[in-house]
């Protein structure tokens, strides 16, 4: 589940808290920093799988007490119990891997009751919902596409889910778009029946080191790189030291990365990290830092230190 792109983004912060530190962090600490932080990122991945799980309890529970009110009304007593039904709940619930997980890692969403109890008021008065129990009967393609289109469209767009995120973990206030997106993979892969649907945390042994290796080649090559960017910024005539340090930053990883990893295409790597920048940087750091690192990857062509497209 931890791809590429998100170790990208882990190091480029790790790299900058590290500089920051003005070497009170060791490298040996800052990599087992960033290993937590990708640990997070799984867990993200799996509070998010539960949040589907306990909001159809929840949903379940207020069912169960409106039958035991005083004097239930006739929807009281005959509910729509489509959701608490859902088969593709039911499904994610018996999954080993899911089951395994929360067995060694008690997550819970239960102490956030005011935000559930609101999450679960967004579902049942959304067009979605409404159009889910307009169908009689439990259909598990069709509940599997209820839950992916809840989870894009109301869960993953919602504030205070990013604000209650914020609350539990500094590590994961960027990690929500991307992770969530693995949940929506997720969910189709339950919907296609496929045999493991749960993500493991790394897809290969490559990916599981990239991060570390990463962080170490950049400590090695910061001087190198740091000459290579000056050397390209007076070409351009543009003033070495007004560089935005955070742009700085990201053209050393990128250009780590280019010298360090020959089966990663040069475009794939530029296109990455001049996202990275948009994000993390200025509004014009995209294309300032394109056209350094495309003038550093022509300049290591030449050179001969590099051997890929």
């Known amino acids: 589940m931890i791809n590429r792109i998100l170790i990208r983004i882990k190091v480029v912060q790790l790299l900058y808290s590290y500089l920051i530190s003005a070497n009170s962090m060791s490298i040996k600490d800052a990599k087992n920093d960033l290993e937590k932080s990708l640990d997070k990122g799984y867990e993200l991945y799996y509070y998010l799988l539960l949040l589907m799980v306990e909001l159809t309890e929840l949903q379940a529970n207020r069912i169960e007490a409106a039958k035991n009110k005083y004097l239930p009304t006739e929807e009281d007593l005959n509910p729509n119990t489509k959701l608490i039904d859902n088969l593709f709940i039911n499904k994610l619930i018996s999954d080993e891997d899911f089951k395994e997980y929360l ?9 956030d009751d005011i935000f559930m109890k609101l999450e ?10 409404a159009d889910y129990i307009a169908t009689e ?36 206030n960027d990690d929500l778009s991307t992770v969530g997106s693995f949940v929506l993979k997720t969910i189709k892969k339950f919907e296609l029946n496929e045999e493991t ?15 570390k290796e990463l962080f170490s080649h950049i400590i090695e090559d910061m001087n190198y790189a740091n000459s290579l960017i000056n050397k390209f910024v007076q070409t351009e005539h543009w003033d070495a030291d007004r560089i935005a340090k955070m742009d700085r930053l990201i053209m050393s990883v990128a250009i780590s990365e280019i010298l360090h990893y020959p089966s990663i295409p040069t475009k794939v790597t530029l296109n990455e990290y001049i996202e990275i920048a948009k994000y993390y940087s200025t509004p014009k750091s995209g294309q300032y830092i394109n056209g350094i690192l495309n003038s550093v990857v022509n300049y290591l062509k030449k050179s001969g230190k590099i051997n890929k497209e």
């Open 103 to 111: 067995q060694n890692n008690p997550i819970t969403w239960r102490e």
């Open 120 to 129: 679960l008021d967004r579902i049942l008065k959304s067009d979605i919902y």
């Open 137 to 172: 009967g439990n259909e598990y393609v069709e509940d599997c596409l209820f839950w992916y289109s809840v989870m894009k469209n109301i869960i993953l767009t919602d504030e205070e889910l990013i604000d209650t995120l914020e609350s539990k973990s500094v590590y994961w």
């Open 197 to 211: 649907p749960i993500l493991p945390k790394y897809r290969n042994y490559e990916d599981s080191v990239f991060g």
